[in-house]
């Protein structure tokens, strides 16, 4: 027995879809009915995974939430932090736990735009909004990007130079060829992106807790900043509002509703309930981590700058900066020490978060179709900055000219590398689609996808015919 349906399909002038659903056998068998073939993802997969205990399926969605997490963790928050605490002790520590629970909850809502549609935020913003609207939001989400990679880049400079006492231009350089180099990861899957991504972080929180163990703040005042909100002292409310922007980070939305992407999540409503229960859970432990390192960083600048300081000291710590915050732990670890310790985990800051924002930029970047524009201003601002800081460093050192030679002959050819990475990532389009609607299963269908069958083997759906679109059905 067979059934012909007529479906009007929403668009310019109301095309009719003409769709078939063959019924065959006992009409009264518990069985669904067959569904004609549709696109190759709508198969029911019965994937190992969903015969896996509950931690193993968590921990194939790990990963997202550290990336994520980073945006919460790099040079500027970290600057921050260690301002607020040199200024306020512990009494701000409860700004940082009201905005990572606020994050927690903006970044669940982004994952779970992504599993529930199929698309990132990039190609719902494009397909939903009006024309001013989108580039409203590019130019937002943009500017946003640039402001959180500045501090992320010269904070690695910072650490290159602190480690390896190389001029601060030179880190930029390093950071900018390292960061395009580890991007590179993510052609052997984004799973190596977000294990290098995890080390970087637990790299950082095993710095920033021996920092703190070493420190030793008092337990009760640090619990009592987190929970009591007090706003006592010049300049209380201005480190407070700074402290809250600086864990605002709407380029973060766009990254996350995008990795969520990378996971294999089955299209039924149990499948998708789950596989958000499991972000939720993973975005949670990552920034409950990140929510660790901060009040580790507030931590550690409120009990030294409270302490007995030369007048030398107690000036570095009115005015704290990534380049200079070394001299916190001097006193107890000494000056060597204490500066690898710290570069090594701005470092990790600073790497880690500059990876995360350029992937968040790729994305964000799909907003629009004219990214090459975007691409021209920022090999042009690169090359000024790079070839005049470099030709005015050649000029005015001290080194022998043949030397100087040497070393033009070798930076040179690096920033050409560097000049035609940036034009490929400008150029290249992507091959791999990234979304296919799919075909939205009946109530009968889901219902007997929900309770899963092994003998439904048929692919779910109804082919879509365009030559018989507009064919009307006889009355």
Request: glycine fraction near 8%.
């Amino acid at each position: 027995m067979a059934r012909v349906e007529r479906e009007v399909r929403p668009g310019r002038g109301g095309s009719n879809r003409i769709a078939s659903l063959n019924v065959e056998g006992d009409m009264n068998s518990d069985g669904p009915p067959s569904l004609a073939p549709s696109k190759h993802f709508d198969h029911v997969d019965e994937t190992p995974t969903s015969q896996q205990p509950g931690w193993r399926k968590l921990l194939s969605f790990v990963g997202p939430g550290f990336l994520v997490s980073l945006a919460y963790l790099d040079p500027g928050n970290l600057e921050t932090d260690l301002q607020a605490g040199a200024d306020h002790r512990y009494e701000l520590l409860w700004v940082i736990l009201i905005g990572l629970i606020f994050a927690l909850i903006i970044q669940s809502l982004a994952a779970n735009l992504g599993v529930s549609t199929g698309k990132h935020l990039s190609e719902l913003c494009k397909a939903e909004y009006p024309v001013i609207v989108k580039y409203c939001l590019w130019l937002l989400a943009e500017v946003a990007v640039i402001a959180a990679d500045i501090p992320e880049v010269i904070g690695t400079a910072f650490a290159l130079n602190i480690l390896f006492h190389i001029p601060v231009w030179v880190g930029v350089l390093l950071t900018g060829l390292s960061t395009l180099l580890l991007l590179g990861l993510q052609r052997y899957g984004v799973r190596k992106l977000e294990l290098l991504i995890a080390i970087l972080v637990f790299v950082m929180a095993a710095c920033f807790f021996g920092e703190m163990a070493y420190v030793k703040p008092p337990a009760k005042e640090v619990i009592k900043g987190m929970f009591i909100p007090r706003l006592k002292g010049q300049g209380a409310t201005g480190d407070a509002i700074a402290l809250l922007g600086a864990l605002v980070m709407p380029h973060n939305l766009f990254l996350h509703s995008a990795l969520v992407l990378s996971r294999k999540v089955p299209k039924s409503v149990k499948g998708i309930n789950e596989a958000c229960k499991f972000f939720l859970i993973e975005s949670g432990f990552a920034l409950f981590v990140a929510l660790l390192i901060n009040i580790a960083v507030v931590s550690v600048s409120g009990t030294v700058c409270s302490g007995d300081l030369t007048p030398d000291q107690v000036a570095e710590c009115n005015d704290l900066t990534l380049n200079s915050a070394s001299f916190l732990l001097k006193n107890v670890l000494g000056r060597k020490s204490a500066s690898i310790i710290y570069a090594v985990a701005l470092l990790a800051s600073g790497q880690s978060s500059t990876i995360t924002g350029t992937y968040a930029g790729q994305y964000i970047m799909q907003i629009i179709v004219i990214s090459w524009i975007l691409g021209l201003g920022i090999i042009g601002i690169n090359i000024y900055y790079l070839v005049t800081g470099f030709v005015g460093w050649l000029i005015h050192n001290s080194l022998p000219k043949l030397a100087n030679v040497f070393i033009g002959i070798a930076v040179f050819p690096l920033m050409g590398i560097y000049m035609l990475s940036v034009i490929y990532l400008m150029v290249r389009t992507d091959k791999v689609v990234t979304f296919i609607e799919p075909t939205k299963l009946g109530p009968h269908a889901q219902d007997h996808l929900e309770r899963g069958a092994s003998h439904y083997d048929e692919p779910l759906g109804v082919p879509y015919r365009e030559d018989l679109a507009d064919i009307p059905l006889p009355e």
